[in-house]
């Protein structure tokens, strides 16, 4: 008994080390955000500010050139939300012609789509860039959010192995009261995947949220810059950068990936672990 005790006391002491570690860099972002800009990195090792400096959380809502943080937001909002609704439609709808319905080809495409999960965006961003510049889709949300509406590989195998955990007969039977294709999917498939599906919004969520690299190559507008970007303004080689407002804003940046992690956290470990991921 003494054993399994100290055993245990060691387990909880190390994850308790791990999450300290982890979650430090938020806490001394949170705590920057409360500083003097001068002192962000003078003070650097103190998690307490000497003066609470809420005024860095009002200079950083005004913006830059008279675009408020607001605008930044609603653009972030914008974006992530068209994003993941389009990208969960079409996995969804793909999903299931992979793993209900028979066509010519099936295995091929499959694993072609499984390969585009191995490209690195560095081997596609050339080759897309000059794709959407024919379209004339630059400086426009476009290239952001219109893809998505043809299926992203991760949340369409997630899906679709989930989908395939639930029983042909329900399909059958289905079938025999008349129904199509379509049908069955809305009626029956939909409604049962519903845990994979919120598990993939909340990704794709956070994946738009937190994108840099897409808003800075093909957006050149500053009134269209989602916050992710508009980080980036406040930090200016030829003047003095305002470290307090810049972090005040990463803090708040951060408020809405929270909120939706605790409101819907359940569904991201039943969608997992149903999914057929496991094995």
């Known amino acids: 008994m003494k054993n ?25 972002m949170v705590s920057s955000s409360l500083k003097e800009s001068s002192s962000v ?10 003066e609470f400096h809420f005024d860095n959380y009002v200079a950083g809502w005004k913006g830059f050139g008279g675009i408020t943080f607001g605008t930044f937001f609603w653009n972030s909002t914008i974006i992530s939300v ?39 965006f560095e081997m596609v961003m050339i080759p897309q860039y000059i794709m959407f510049n ?10 952001l959010i219109l893809p998505t509406f043809f299926g992203i590989p991760f949340f369409i195998f997630l899906i679709m192995q989930f989908i395939k955990t639930i029983p042909k007969e329900l399909d ?11 049908q069955i999917f809305y009626r029956i498939i939909v409604p049962l995947v519903v845990p994979a599906m919120m598990t993939s919004a909340i990704f794709s969520f956070y994946w738009r949220w937190d994108d840099f690299m897409g808003p800075l190559i093909y957006l050149s507008t500053p009134e269209k810059y989602p916050v992710s970007l508009a980080l980036k303004l ?11 407002a810049m972090f005040a804003m990463s803090t708040l940046s951060i ?25």
Not at 4 to 27: C, D, E, G, N, S
Not at 134 to 143: E, K, M, V
Not at 234 to 244: A, I, L
Request: charged share 15%.
């Open 234 to 244: 406040f930090s200016d080689p030829n003047s003095v950068t305002n470290w307090g």
């Open 255 to 279: 408020l809405p990936i929270f909120i939706i992690f605790f409101f819907f956290q359940r569904y991201i470990v039943d969608g997992i672990s149903s999914s057929g991921l496991k094995g």
């Open 172 to 182: 059958e039977a289905a079938k025999i009261d008349g129904c199509n294709n379509f």
């Open 41 to 50: 990195f003078v003070d650097a090792h103190s998690l307490i500010p000497k």
């Open 4 to 28: 399994k005790a100290l055993k245990k006391t060691i387990q909880h002491v190390l994850m308790i080390t791990f999450a300290l570690i982890m979650i430090y860099p938020l806490v001394w």
């Open 82 to 120: 068209l994003a993941t609704v389009g990208s969960i439609i079409s996995s969804t709808v793909i999903a299931y012609g992979f793993a209900r319905i028979k066509f010519a080809g099936k295995k091929i495409w499959f694993v072609s789509m499984m390969l585009t999960m191995m490209l690195p």
């Open 134 to 143: 024919t379209f004339g889709w630059l400086d426009t949300y476009l290239p």
